[in-house]
């Protein structure tokens, strides 16, 4: 059974810091992973999607890298603002079928 | 507009309606997902349905629940008798590809049973 685990829960740095969350997952068989974040009150914006065949993916000041066979996967997000203020999600599947699970996200506060 | 959307927004139900969420995909996305997020946690999964056939309902809670997408555009989720359990954002995501592309998800349906 796929279960998935983000650390740390909370967050709260000053803008400007360079930081890392973590995902972790325990079914290493997967065909991808993608990162969300969610602003309170709304739905999820998709930040990266990662293949299997993939390491890492870029859009910006944000890199997502992959480790399939230790399960995990890293959110670096460079020069932090306070517009990247929200909770950030990361899902996985289950392997073979289509059903996506989810962590219960970090929620990151940059603050001014 | 070019996204998911969803309606309505919100909802208020009495405990024993039914209610009806409606989720309009982006047009030509093949994959459409249901998820139910409660206050604090990561979405959970609901169902799955590529174009008009529903390949997955395993995450649906109770036979209160029912998804259909008859044309395989609009979906609609269904739930009967509603519960206070039920409470919860209804999210809806929808795929280019055969379920395992990228998700976009539409702004949800916040459900209240009273």
């Known amino acids: 059974k796929q279960e998935v685990t983000q650390i740390p829960a909370a967050l709260s740095v000053p803008e400007g810091e360079n930081l890392v969350l973590n995902c972790s997952f325990t079914?290493?068989?997967?065909?991808?992973l993608q990162w969300f974040r969610q602003d309170p009150g709304k739905g999820l914006t998709s930040l990266l999607l990662i293949q299997s065949s993939q390491r890492e993916q870029t859009s910006g000041r944000l890199n997502a890298s992959l480790d399939k066979s230790s399960g995990r996967s890293t959110l670096y997000i460079a020069a932090s603002q306070p517009g990247d203020s929200a909770t950030y999600l990361c899902a996985v599947p289950t392997s073979g079928t289509y059903k996506y699970i989810f962590g219960t996200g970090t929620r990151l506060k940059v603050l001014a | 507009g070019a996204g998911v959307s969803q309606s309505p927004r919100y909802k208020v139900a009495k405990r024993g309606q039914d209610v009806a969420l409606r989720c309009d995909p982006i047009s030509g996305h093949v994959s459409l997902f249901w998820y139910q997020q409660a206050l604090g946690q990561g979405p959970e999964f609901l169902t799955y349905f590529q174009n008009e056939a529903q390949l997955d309902k395993s995450g649906l809670p109770s036979d209160r629940f029912f998804a259909e997408r008859p044309e395989g555009s609009v979906s609609t989720l269904k739930i009967q008798r509603t519960q206070q359990e039920d409470s919860a954002v209804y999210l809806c995501?929808?795929?280019?590809?055969?379920?395992?592309?990228?998700?976009?998800f539409g702004p949800g349906t916040r459900l209240t049973v009273l």
């Open positions: 995501a929808s795929s280019l590809a055969g379920g395992r592309g990228e998700q976009f």
């Open positions: 079914d290493s068989a997967i065909y991808n």
